[in-house]
Structures are given as structure tokens and as C-alpha cells.
């Protein structure tokens, strides 16, 4: 697994000794699950046409990542507009 610059200073302070972990407590912890609830609440549903083959093919990945398709589509959808990946141009 490669890391960027900031995950192995991470690692080094803590293999170092540097940097310990802490427990959250229990009001860190309710204010993380109220963020993750507020992040992947889908409040919007939509209707795309795709290609069969193309269809076809997001169902094959979906099954092979153990997740359904809708959630597959939905997370592509959340990577590119996040800049995670860009689409080839010309």
C-alpha cells in the first residue's frame, strides 16, 4: 500500500513513539456518527438511462466489490465531483 507524505509521517510518529492514540469519548464519538449520518444521507433519487453493456458491466464490478450497483454508481459519482478522478479528454 504506497502512502502520500502526510499518512507516513503519521505512521513514523507513531511507531516512533511520537504520537500516541487516543479513545474518543463519548460525545466525540456521537458528533463523528452525526457527521457520518449528515455525510451519506441520499436525499436525492434519480433516473439514468445507460447502455445495457455498460449496465451490464457496472452490475459485474458491483457484484465483485460485494456491494449493490446503485451504491457503486453513486460512489463514482461522489469521487469525480470530489476530484478524485478526472474523465480523459481528447
Known amino acids: 500500500m504506497k502512502h502520500d507524505s502526510e499518512e507516513k509521517y503519521i505512521l513514523d510518529a507513531l511507531e516512533s513513539g511520537k504520537m500516541k492514540l487516543s479513545t474518543p469519548s463519548k460525545k466525540e464519538i456521537e458528533a463523528i ?3 457520518a449520518d449528515s ?9 439514468i438511462r445507460l447502455y ?3 449496465f451490464m458491466g457496472i452490475q459485474k464490478k458491483a457484484m465483485e ?8 454508481i453513486s460512489g463514482i459519482i461522489h469521487r469525480y465531483i470530489e476530484g478524485d478522478f478526472k474523465i480523459k479528454t481528447g
Open 65 to 72: 466489490m460485494g456491494v449493490p450497483y446503485q451504491t457503486l
Open 33 to 35: 456518527k452525526t457527521a
Open 52 to 54: 445495457d453493456h455498460d
Open 39 to 47: 455525510t451519506f444521507k441520499k436525499d436525492r433519487r434519480i433516473t
